[in-house]
């Protein structure tokens, strides 16, 4: 079992910066490729980006490239999204989860490759 839990959400101005932080716990932390998700009201969880067990490789989903940045520490069992140049439709519940089972260097953005999720934390971009 791990156990996920997400921070650093908030309320933000269309062009400032959040840094979601997503601690974990229970298990071997590089042993899990780790993505993130969100979902606005209204619509489908969608990914965001993920990054594999070494954190060698990473990727994005086509409307946050450039803007947004996917990290990890494993020796803090933590996984970072910086996320700049925001915009309003960038509004969502954001969640973190892990993937168990990928090789080292892969990443999958399917929804259900994913294992554990965190409760989710808000972010909001007023325009």
């Known amino acids: 079992q791990v156990q996920l839990v997400e921070s650093g959400g908030g309320l933000v101005q269309a062009g400032g910066s959040l840094r979601l932080s997503c601690a974990a716990s229970?298990?071997?932390?590089?042993?899990?490729?780790m993505g993130w998700f969100r979902q606005a009201p209204g619509k489908e969880q969608e990914f965001v980006s993920g990054?594999?067990?070494?954190?060698?490789?990473?990727y994005y989903e086509d409307s946050v490239k450039g803007r947004f940045t996917i990290s990890r520490v494993n020796a803090k069992n933590t996984v970072y999204l910086q996320m700049n140049s925001l915009k309003p439709e960038d509004t969502a519940v954001y969640y973190c989860?892990?993937?168990?089972?990928?090789?080292?260097?892969?990443?999958?953005?399917?929804?259900?490759?994913?294992?554990?999720w965190g409760q989710g934390t808000q972010v909001t971009v007023s325009s």
């Open positions: 989860a892990a993937d168990f089972g990928q090789p080292i260097t892969t990443i999958s953005s399917l929804i259900t490759e994913y294992d554990y």
């Open positions: 229970g298990r071997t932390f590089s042993n899990y490729a």
């Open positions: 990054i594999s067990r070494s954190g060698g490789n990473t």
